[in-house]
């Protein structure tokens, strides 16, 4: 792992702390991300995201304050 908790499982772009970092206190959806990205938003690799997504969000990388969105922790 990385110093900032990511190891490479979570090299993708999506998944790089300044993502949500750049953006405090801000909630994206992962098809805006992916949008914002220019990255296909295909359903499988959506679907991919929000499990990867939830995963930092359990060890408290990351906030999910609704269903589908997720910020940088405050």
Known sequence: ???????????HPVFEPHTFN?????????RDLYEHLGLP?????IDVTRSRLGRLVRQ????????GRYQGRT
């Open 1 to 11: 792992m990385r110093e900032d908790g990511f190891g490479c499982v979570f090299c």
């Open 22 to 30: 750049e953006h405090p206190g801000k909630v994206f959806r992962v």
């Open 41 to 45: 938003t295909d359903e499988p690799s």
């Open 60 to 67: 408290g990388l990351l906030e999910q304050p609704g269903r």
